[in-house]
């Protein structure tokens, strides 16, 4: 069954979901794509190989039943399309792509913060050197 996840999904073995970290085109990286066990906000899965509940297995259907019931995943069908659902999973996995985006520029690597504390620790030294001095 096809599905779209309707929130960020730890992918643990029990489900065993298999997703690519590629775009439905298999070449192009999805940005969202973060590693194997996360099922990103608006990743296009399949558990099965079928869109009929009624040729899932046990299994299966009761894979696709509780994400469906908590509100992990919708299914991906016209009804879902029409509705505008996963148009707006779609626009929110976008939004807090770009929130996330400004959040990781905005953030120093290690070996920044290093060197602002090593320069701030050598600027008070010489302040404190230089007020020393004068006394």
Known sequence: MKLVAATDIYNSKPYNIKISPFLSDGKTPDPLFQRG???????????????????LSKDELFQVGTLIKYGLAVVDCTESVEKGVIAKIDA????ELELRKKQSAKQ???????????????TKSMVEF???SKK
């Open 108 to 122: 120093l690597s290690a070996e920044e913060l290093i060197a602002s504390a090593v320069a701030a620790a050598v």
């Open 37 to 55: 066990n996360h099922i990103h906000k608006a990743c296009r899965f399949t558990i099965g190989s079928t869109n009929n509940p009624k040729e």
């Open 130 to 132: 230089q007020a020393a």
């Open 92 to 95: 929110e996995a976008a939004a």
